[in-house]
């Protein structure tokens, strides 16, 4: 029999483009060093992947997990005073990546691990991405409100298997 021949019983599933490219979002999240949150994005268009990012402190400065969480010494809520963090968000850097290397992103598709904060929400808007796929929600209603109100496509993929403890 050659490999041609298996039956159906002996083919993998491939994953659907979204589930495939929100898999990749939850193998960036790996790289995270926050101590609260891993989230990854992936900035994708024409099924081609343009930038990727995971949130954490500026390149070449001490991470959350080398000098420890300043919100948490400080005992900031999650979802207030973004500007209490070293860090950077997973779709910040993705944006900033393709910005550094010259790579438009106008017209693209950003999936990630976490839905998008009201901060981020407003850089995607101006990055002109048009459409957000997310796995774990985020409760930020300003955030959806500026979504809805650009117009921007956001999906919940929440089916797959978190395989980052988010």
Request: charged share 25%; with cysteine.
């Amino acid at each position: 029999m050659s490999h041609m021949d298996k039956g159906p019983q002996n083919r993998r599933e491939r994953p659907a483009w979204d589930e495939y490219f929100m898999e990749v979002a939850q193998v960036v999240s790996r790289r995270s060093t926050c101590l609260r949150r891993n989230v990854g994005a992936v900035i994708v268009k024409d099924k081609r992947i343009l930038a990727t990012g995971y949130n954490g402190a500026p390149s070449g400065l001490p991470h959350c997990i080398e000098v420890g969480c300043l919100r948490e010494q400080l005992g900031v809520p999650s979802g207030q005073r973004h500007e209490m963090c070293r860090g950077l968000h997973a779709e910040q850097n993705a944006i900033i990546q393709a910005a550094k290397y010259g790579i438009p992103v106008e017209g693209s598709t950003i999936y990630s691990t976490t839905e998008p904060c009201s901060l981020c929400a407003k850089m995607l808007i101006n990055a002109g991405i048009k459409r957000i796929v997310y796995q774990n929600a985020y409760a930020d209603e300003l955030s959806r409100q500026l979504l809805s109100e650009a117009g921007i496509i956001v999906e919940h993929l929440e089916h797959l298997e978190d395989s980052t403890g988010n």
